[in-house]
């Protein structure tokens, strides 16, 4: 089973799809991390995500499907995939069927604009193992320490109000369109994301085994 989560930034798209591949202990791609990875080695493919990422600005399908095509190969798994922040484009998402990628669930989270400023302006990550957190929705059990690694949690660079806006802009003209994508596929699953953590979970977790 493979499912892919949509919506916009800040819709808890980052916890909810961790939540999922760990309680149906399945593998997680998530494109962010593995962009941010690439930041910290300083590769050169690092080094020319960088000036998207930091603007708020999607990486070129053409680097992210070769990424993303790498870690299928090598990274096999018996239960399926759970992939949070690809495909972004309906290119990476004709990309994913040339891969022979079956996708059996697209869920789709929204919110509020008021409810996805007030998440991503608090929200923090592990810079060594991705894990997500929040200063008020989902703390750390101890401040600015990851409950998973014992790494340092940061606020990402584009957390800021000014990329955030940003990455909304994007958001609505380049990937918003995949929603229509799906919906004809009659694959798309929409959730209201404006709930709490535990509440939307329930509901991802309730749209997952109505197709299993």
């Known amino acids: 089973m493979n499912v892919v989560f949509l919506g916009p930034p800040g819709a808890g798209k980052g916890t909810q799809s961790v939540m999922v591949a760990e309680y149906f202990e399945m593998g997680y791609i998530s494109t962010g991390n593995i962009m941010r990875s ?32 790498e870690v299928l ?21 004709e990309a994913l069927d040339n891969m022979g990628m079956v996708v059996n669930k697209v869920i789709f989270l929204d919110a509020s604009e008021d409810t996805i400023l007030a998440r991503m302006s608090g929200r923090r990550v592990c810079e060594a193992c991705g ?12 401040d600015g320490i990851c409950d998973k690694c014992g790494g340092t949690l940061i606020k990402r660079t584009d957390d800021n109000l000014e990329t955030i806006v940003e990455r909304l802009k994007e958001y609505h003209k380049k990937t918003e369109p995949l929603r229509q994508f799906y919906l004809n596929k009659k694959m798309l699953n929409f959730i209201n994301g404006d709930g709490t953590i535990d509440d939307i979970q329930g509901k991802v977790i309730k749209a997952i085994k109505e197709g299993i």
């Not at 190969?73 to 998402?93: C, H, K, W």
């Not at 997500?132 to 989902?138: D, F, N, P, Q």
Request: glycine residues 8%.
């Open 131 to 142: 894990k997500s957190y929040h200063l008020i929705s989902k703390p750390a059990k101890v």
């Open 73 to 93: 190969t090598l990274n096999p798994v018996e239960n399926g995939y759970v992939l949070d922040g690809f495909p972004r484009t309906i290119a990476q998402a």
């Open 38 to 69: 690439a930041l910290k080695s300083g590769s050169e493919l690092g080094n020319l995500a960088k000036s998207y990422i930091e603007k708020g600005e999607l990486v070129p399908d053409s680097l992210v499907i070769k990424l993303i095509k």
